[in-house]
């Protein structure tokens, strides 16, 4: 049971180039989110899907731009890396939209932004 | 709108000592979910906990137990019989119904440190 999955792990790449962190989950699930974790901020919310196609924005999205072409799949791409971006992405995903449902996050990729 | 307070950076516990994480969250929301994660040194996010806004008996999952107070807004987490790999973040969590996104609103974590 390969559950969320995300790669690479680890990324280092130059400001200004664009980069895509992948996302792949293998329940099925309708939820799919993109969060970035800093020091001092916990986690905050990039891009969430509710389904293939649809995605909207959370409270951190300048600068990502996410698809969904497959239910299990929701990758993230910085279109030009600053180093603002500097962080740790996780990948959650979540049966549906009810508050009782719990998110599972996949193990986090570190990038670093020279 | 939501927000979930840890004010304790930093905790330190004797090895099988019980300890206390502290969370207090605030919404306007009536139906809402809090969760518990831990994030061991080697970065994934592990779900521990849950404790719905209507449920009436605090949960408890093996050594983990939610103290719910729901008229103070707080939800901290117990760790009974602590052991060394205990040691690591905590975030504490909500998630609400109204909002579009239904994302987590998470704290700012609390760094146990677990003493042998």
């Known amino acids: 049971d390969a559950g969320i999955t995300q790669s690479p792990r680890y990324k280092i790449t130059e400001t200004g180039r664009q980069v895509t962190l992948m996302c792949h989950q293998t329940?099925?699930?309708?939820?799919m989110f993109w969060y970035r974790q800093d020091l001092g901020h916990g986690l905050r919310l990039i891009y969430y899907?509710?389904?293939?196609?649809?995605?909207d924005k959370g409270e951190v999205p300048d600068g990502y731009v996410v698809s969904r072409s497959k239910t299990e799949n929701f990758p993230l791409t910085l279109e030009s890396a600053t180093r603002s971006q500097t962080s740790v992405y996780f990948c959650?995903?979540?049966?549906?939209?009810?508050?009782?449902?719990?998110?599972?996050f996949g193990p986090g990729t570190r990038l670093l932004v020279l | 709108a939501q927000k979930i307070t840890q004010t304790q950076p930093g905790m330190f516990v004797q090895e099988k000592e019980a300890v206390t994480l502290d969370c207090t969250y605030d919404?306007?929301?009536?139906?809402?979910?809090l969760f518990w994660y831990k994030q061991p040194s080697s970065g994934e996010m592990i779900f521990l906990i849950y404790?719905?806004?209507?449920?009436?008996q605090n949960a408890t999952e093996g050594r983990y137990s939610l103290n719910f107070q729901k008229a103070r807004k707080s939800a901290n987490l117990v760790i009974s019989a602590s052991q060394l790999g205990d040691s690591a973040m905590y975030f504490c969590?909500?998630?609400?119904?109204?909002?579009?996104?239904?994302?987590?609103?998470f704290g700012t974590g609390t760094r146990l440190t677990v003493i042998p």
């Open positions: 899907s509710a389904a293939a196609d649809i995605t």
């Open positions: 919404t306007s929301d009536p139906s809402y979910g």
């Open positions: 959650a995903s979540s049966e549906s939209r009810l508050f009782q449902e719990t998110q599972y």
């Open positions: 969590a909500m998630r609400v119904t109204q909002t579009g996104a239904n994302n987590l609103f």
């Open positions: 329940w099925s699930h309708s939820y």
């Open positions: 404790q719905g806004s209507y449920d009436q």
